[in-house]
């Protein structure tokens, strides 16, 4: 099965495999195997990747919570969006990903529609000028991964 994996990039991490190829290794592994010896396989490995996308979710929030919790300096739970916007397109990454820049300007438009109807809907929605509070932050981070990943 060593033959199917792909050399590591220059960060050290895999790369992964490609559809041909994880088909390939998966047939060379199976190939031996009785159908119910394959069920329990194929059952193993889908438990074993819902528990990795739970594991991932749930570490991800906790890596926004740590973030959020240092970039809200005041204390009062919200991060300031000019602040954050501008530390994201000082990024090296912000300035060469055509994707990220895409996901963060879609984001952008979203709160800025959000907060046009929160201006609306309540004269005293200071949170809406202000800044984002976590469930926000906790959007945009998403989207911003989801878009550059």
Known sequence: WLNYCRPLNNTGLSEGFGPELFSGLMENLSQRMEEAEFDALMLDLSCALTRLEHAT???QKRLFWNLFRRWDIS???VVDVD????VIENLLAYQTDRRLRKAVLR?????KATQELEMHNDDFAPTAQQGLRLHGFQAFMSTVVQGWG
Not at 83 to 86: D, F, I, T, V, W
């Open 83 to 86: 602040e954050l916007s501008s």
């Open 107 to 111: 984001w952008r438009h979203i709160f």
């Open 75 to 77: 204390g009062e739970g």
């Open 57 to 59: 979710a749930a570490k």
